[in-house]
Antibody
Framework: QGQLVESGGGVVQPGRSLRLSCAASGFTFSSFGLHWVRQAPGKGLEWVTVVSYDGNDQDYADSVKGRFTVSRDNSKNTLYLQMNSLRPEDTAVYYC??????????????WGQGTMVTVSS | QSVLTQPPSVSGAPGQRVTISCTGS?????????VHWYQQLPGTAPKLLIYRNNNRPSGVPDRFSGSRSATSASLAISGLQAEDEADYYC???????????FGGGTKLTVL
Protein backbone atom coordinates (compact mmCIF):
# COMPACT_ATOMS: atom_id res chain seq x y z
CA GLN A 1 0.00 0.00 0.00
CA GLY A 2 1.53 3.28 -1.10
CA GLN A 3 1.66 6.24 1.22
CA LEU A 4 2.48 9.94 0.87
CA VAL A 5 3.21 12.11 3.91
CA GLU A 6 3.54 15.89 3.60
CA SER A 7 5.42 18.12 6.02
CA GLY A 8 6.82 21.62 6.29
CA GLY A 9 3.64 23.66 6.57
CA GLY A 10 3.22 26.49 9.02
CA VAL A 11 2.55 30.20 9.44
CA VAL A 12 4.69 32.56 7.37
CA GLN A 13 4.62 36.28 6.68
CA PRO A 14 3.78 37.64 3.21
CA GLY A 15 6.83 37.81 0.97
CA ARG A 16 8.68 35.06 2.83
CA SER A 17 9.54 31.53 1.73
CA LEU A 18 8.64 28.02 2.80
CA ARG A 19 9.61 24.56 1.58
CA LEU A 20 7.21 21.63 1.70
CA SER A 21 8.23 17.98 1.55
CA CYS A 22 6.31 14.86 0.61
CA ALA A 23 7.82 11.53 1.66
CA ALA A 24 6.72 8.43 -0.23
CA SER A 25 6.73 4.78 0.75
CA GLY A 26 5.26 1.49 -0.41
CA PHE A 27 5.62 1.99 -4.16
CA THR A 28 8.28 2.60 -6.81
CA PHE A 29 8.58 6.35 -6.35
CA SER A 30 10.81 6.92 -9.38
CA SER A 31 8.17 5.52 -11.75
CA PHE A 32 5.43 8.04 -10.99
CA GLY A 33 4.63 11.63 -11.81
CA LEU A 34 3.82 13.78 -8.81
CA HIS A 35 1.58 16.80 -8.34
CA TRP A 36 0.90 19.40 -5.69
CA VAL A 37 -2.78 20.34 -5.28
CA ARG A 38 -4.01 22.92 -2.80
CA GLN A 39 -7.29 23.71 -1.09
CA ALA A 40 -7.97 27.11 0.48
CA PRO A 41 -10.10 27.03 3.63
CA GLY A 42 -13.70 26.20 2.72
CA LYS A 43 -12.88 26.18 -0.99
CA GLY A 44 -12.36 23.64 -3.78
CA LEU A 45 -9.27 21.92 -5.14
CA GLU A 46 -6.70 23.82 -7.22
CA TRP A 47 -3.89 22.15 -9.15
CA VAL A 48 -0.52 23.81 -8.44
CA THR A 49 2.31 21.96 -10.17
CA VAL A 50 3.53 18.65 -11.62
CA VAL A 51 6.93 17.00 -11.98
CA SER A 52 7.57 14.04 -14.26
CA TYR A 53 8.73 10.67 -12.95
CA ASP A 54 12.37 11.49 -13.72
CA GLY A 55 12.24 15.12 -12.60
CA ASN A 56 13.11 16.45 -16.04
CA ASP A 57 9.78 18.12 -16.77
CA GLN A 58 7.70 20.47 -14.65
CA ASP A 59 4.61 22.58 -15.19
CA TYR A 60 2.91 25.21 -13.05
CA ALA A 61 -0.43 26.91 -12.61
CA ASP A 62 -0.33 30.56 -13.69
CA SER A 63 -1.10 31.60 -10.10
CA VAL A 64 2.27 30.29 -8.85
CA LYS A 65 4.49 30.44 -11.93
CA GLY A 66 7.76 32.22 -11.20
CA ARG A 67 7.28 31.92 -7.42
CA PHE A 68 7.04 28.18 -6.76
CA THR A 69 9.52 25.46 -7.78
CA VAL A 70 8.83 21.74 -7.70
CA SER A 71 11.61 19.16 -7.49
CA ARG A 72 12.12 15.57 -6.45
CA ASP A 73 14.90 13.37 -5.12
CA ASN A 74 14.30 9.83 -6.30
CA SER A 75 17.13 8.55 -4.13
CA LYS A 76 15.26 9.78 -1.06
CA ASN A 77 11.71 9.06 -2.30
CA THR A 78 10.84 12.67 -1.59
CA LEU A 79 9.01 15.43 -3.44
CA TYR A 80 9.56 19.11 -2.66
CA LEU A 81 7.78 22.40 -3.21
CA GLN A 82 9.83 25.56 -2.74
CA MET A 83 7.43 28.48 -2.26
CA ASN A 84 8.86 31.99 -2.53
CA SER A 85 7.24 35.44 -2.38
CA LEU A 86 4.26 33.99 -0.56
CA ARG A 87 0.96 35.85 -0.65
CA PRO A 88 -2.10 35.65 1.61
CA GLU A 89 -3.99 33.95 -1.24
CA ASP A 90 -1.52 31.06 -1.06
CA THR A 91 -3.06 30.09 2.30
CA ALA A 92 -4.30 26.53 1.86
CA VAL A 93 -3.86 22.88 2.67
CA TYR A 94 -1.25 21.54 0.26
CA TYR A 95 -1.59 17.93 -0.89
CA CYS A 96 0.90 15.87 -2.86
CA UNK A 97 -0.56 13.26 -5.20
CA UNK A 98 0.86 10.64 -7.53
CA UNK A 99 -0.46 10.08 -11.04
CA UNK A 100 0.91 7.46 -13.42
CA UNK A 101 3.88 9.03 -15.19
CA UNK A 102 2.35 12.49 -14.92
CA UNK A 103 0.65 12.39 -18.32
CA UNK A 104 -2.32 14.64 -19.01
CA UNK A 105 -4.93 11.90 -18.70
CA UNK A 106 -3.47 10.20 -15.63
CA UNK A 107 -5.68 10.43 -12.55
CA UNK A 108 -4.39 11.51 -9.14
CA UNK A 109 -4.57 8.04 -7.65
CA UNK A 110 -2.78 8.41 -4.32
CA TRP A 111 -2.99 11.46 -2.04
CA GLY A 112 -1.18 12.53 1.10
CA GLN A 113 -3.00 13.83 4.17
CA GLY A 114 -2.02 17.43 3.45
CA THR A 115 -0.05 20.15 5.23
CA MET A 116 -1.47 23.57 6.12
CA VAL A 117 0.24 26.75 4.95
CA THR A 118 -0.96 30.06 6.38
CA VAL A 119 0.39 33.31 4.95
CA SER A 120 -0.35 36.14 7.34
CA SER A 121 1.35 39.07 9.00
CA GLN B 1 -14.29 30.50 -10.82
CA SER B 2 -13.58 26.90 -11.79
CA VAL B 3 -13.04 25.80 -15.38
CA LEU B 4 -15.33 22.79 -14.87
CA THR B 5 -18.83 23.59 -13.59
CA GLN B 6 -20.56 21.45 -10.96
CA PRO B 7 -23.76 22.08 -8.98
CA PRO B 8 -22.85 23.34 -5.49
CA SER B 9 -25.06 20.76 -3.80
CA VAL B 10 -27.25 17.72 -4.35
CA SER B 11 -29.23 15.63 -1.92
CA GLY B 12 -31.09 12.37 -1.74
CA ALA B 13 -32.65 9.93 0.69
CA PRO B 14 -30.99 6.65 1.63
CA GLY B 15 -31.42 4.08 -1.12
CA GLN B 16 -32.07 6.68 -3.82
CA ARG B 17 -29.95 7.50 -6.88
CA VAL B 18 -28.34 10.88 -7.47
CA THR B 19 -26.25 12.29 -10.28
CA ILE B 20 -23.65 15.05 -10.24
CA SER B 21 -22.90 16.86 -13.47
CA CYS B 22 -19.59 18.31 -14.61
CA THR B 23 -19.74 20.74 -17.53
CA GLY B 24 -16.60 21.63 -19.43
CA SER B 25 -15.75 23.06 -22.83
CA UNK B 26 -14.06 22.29 -26.13
CA UNK B 27 -10.71 22.91 -24.40
CA UNK B 28 -11.03 20.09 -21.88
CA UNK B 29 -13.73 17.42 -21.88
CA UNK B 30 -14.78 18.37 -25.41
CA UNK B 31 -11.19 17.97 -26.58
CA UNK B 32 -11.19 14.36 -25.45
CA UNK B 33 -9.42 14.80 -22.12
CA UNK B 34 -10.24 12.10 -19.61
CA VAL B 35 -12.50 12.91 -16.67
CA HIS B 36 -11.77 11.70 -13.16
CA TRP B 37 -13.87 11.95 -10.00
CA TYR B 38 -12.75 12.31 -6.39
CA GLN B 39 -14.58 11.92 -3.09
CA GLN B 40 -13.56 14.05 -0.12
CA LEU B 41 -15.05 13.01 3.20
CA PRO B 42 -15.22 15.74 5.87
CA GLY B 43 -11.78 16.60 7.22
CA THR B 44 -9.91 14.17 5.00
CA ALA B 45 -7.86 14.18 1.81
CA PRO B 46 -9.52 13.52 -1.56
CA LYS B 47 -9.72 9.95 -2.77
CA LEU B 48 -9.90 8.74 -6.36
CA LEU B 49 -13.40 7.44 -7.08
CA ILE B 50 -13.63 7.12 -10.89
CA TYR B 51 -10.76 7.34 -13.38
CA ARG B 52 -10.71 7.82 -17.13
CA ASN B 53 -14.44 8.58 -17.37
CA ASN B 54 -15.97 5.32 -16.14
CA ASN B 55 -13.43 3.09 -14.37
CA ARG B 56 -13.50 2.26 -10.68
CA PRO B 57 -10.30 1.69 -8.68
CA SER B 58 -10.14 -1.48 -6.66
CA GLY B 59 -12.28 -1.18 -3.54
CA VAL B 60 -14.75 1.39 -4.87
CA PRO B 61 -18.30 -0.04 -4.77
CA ASP B 62 -20.13 -0.50 -8.06
CA ARG B 63 -22.80 1.87 -6.73
CA PHE B 64 -20.55 4.58 -8.15
CA SER B 65 -20.41 5.02 -11.93
CA GLY B 66 -19.20 7.63 -14.38
CA SER B 67 -20.19 8.66 -17.88
CA ARG B 68 -19.35 11.40 -20.35
CA SER B 69 -20.77 13.06 -23.43
CA ALA B 70 -19.51 15.82 -25.73
CA THR B 71 -18.42 18.50 -23.27
CA SER B 72 -19.73 17.12 -20.00
CA ALA B 73 -19.53 14.19 -17.61
CA SER B 74 -21.65 12.77 -14.82
CA LEU B 75 -21.16 10.81 -11.63
CA ALA B 76 -24.03 8.60 -10.55
CA ILE B 77 -24.42 7.17 -7.07
CA SER B 78 -27.09 4.55 -6.57
CA GLY B 79 -28.36 3.01 -3.34
CA LEU B 80 -27.34 6.11 -1.36
CA GLN B 81 -25.84 5.47 2.05
CA ALA B 82 -25.15 7.85 4.91
CA GLU B 83 -21.42 7.27 4.47
CA ASP B 84 -21.62 8.76 0.95
CA GLU B 85 -22.12 12.22 2.43
CA ALA B 86 -19.07 14.09 1.15
CA ASP B 87 -17.77 16.61 -1.38
CA TYR B 88 -17.28 15.31 -4.93
CA TYR B 89 -14.94 16.84 -7.51
CA CYS B 90 -14.52 16.22 -11.23
CA UNK B 91 -11.11 16.79 -12.83
CA UNK B 92 -9.72 16.92 -16.36
CA UNK B 93 -6.96 18.55 -18.41
CA UNK B 94 -7.43 21.89 -20.16
CA UNK B 95 -5.43 22.09 -23.39
CA UNK B 96 -5.80 25.86 -23.72
CA UNK B 97 -4.57 26.55 -20.20
CA UNK B 98 -2.06 23.67 -20.31
CA UNK B 99 -3.22 22.87 -16.81
CA UNK B 100 -5.01 20.19 -14.82
CA UNK B 101 -8.39 21.58 -13.77
CA PHE B 102 -11.02 20.74 -11.18
CA GLY B 103 -14.70 21.43 -10.86
CA GLY B 104 -15.80 23.62 -7.97
CA GLY B 105 -17.06 20.61 -6.04
CA THR B 106 -20.51 19.31 -5.14
CA LYS B 107 -21.64 18.70 -1.58
CA LEU B 108 -23.78 15.58 -1.31
CA THR B 109 -26.21 15.49 1.58
CA VAL B 110 -27.93 12.22 2.49
CA LEU B 111 -31.29 13.19 3.98
Amino acid sequence: QGQLVESGGGVVQPGRSLRLSCAASGFTFSSFGLHWVRQAPGKGLEWVTVVSYDGNDQDYADSVKGRFTVSRDNSKNTLYLQMNSLRPEDTAVYYCASSGVGARDDAFDLWGQGTMVTVSS
Amino acid sequence: QSVLTQPPSVSGAPGQRVTISCTGSTSDIGAGSAVHWYQQLPGTAPKLLIYRNNNRPSGVPDRFSGSRSATSASLAISGLQAEDEADYYCQSYDNSLSAWVFGGGTKLTVL
